[in-house]
């Protein structure tokens, strides 16, 4: 079984225990501060060692949580995790309860990558025609990628817009070799 899948089964339980909107951003938010902490090197290497049983690790989990101030749901979950021995798939948890949050949110979120920083009204203006072709709020990550030479490219969900001045000149090489055969 896909490790997606088991993380996505996590999140689909919890989302059926939480009714209110704002429950679910601060367990998100609450899940993002422990991964964070997991990312500590021994902590990490504590969580995937297959040589500490998980009786330990709950235990050592559950010692650490009483302090921090969590929310039952957030704590619950660490728990559960670690009693199954599947701590390792907290990062995907959160991916996928971001994604889960979002579409109950009607949000969609992607990527820009161009050539030069863009200003705020340019910025406005791409969120603006991608929240219209996905008919949904747009979150969108921005980034400069100077071997683009010109343009930029778009990448939301499955769908990619590459407006660039190289994926340009590649389209019109192509058509130009077609056009000579």
Not at 7 to 32: D, K, W
């Amino acid at each position: 079984m896909k490790r997606s899948v088991i993380a996505s089964r996590y999140v689909r339980a919890m989302f059926e225990l939480v009714i209110e909107g704002r429950q679910l951003e601060l367990t998100l938010n609450e899940l993002r501060q422990v991964l964070a902490i997991f990312a500590d090197k021994e902590i990490s290497i504590f969580i995937v060692s297959p040589v500490v049983a998980a009786a330990q690790k709950l235990e050592a989990i559950s010692v650490a949580l009483d302090n921090k101030g969590l929310s039952e749901l957030s704590k619950n979950l660490l728990l559960l995790l670690a009693k199954r021995n599947r701590l390792m798939l907290l990062a995907e948890v959160v991916e996928v309860f971001q994604l889960e949050l979002d579409k109950s949110n009607g949000v969609v979120r992607g990527d820009v990558r161009s050539a030069v920083i863009l200003d705020p009204e340019e910025r406005k203006q791409i969120e603006s025609k991608v929240g219209s072709f996905f008919k949904k709020d747009v979150i969108l990550n921005y980034s400069t990628e100077p071997k683009l030479v010109g343009g930029l490219v778009a990448s939301v969900g499955s769908f990619t817009f590459d407006d660039s001045i190289s994926s340009y000149l590649k389209r019109l090489n192509e058509n130009l070799n077609r056009g000579v055969n």
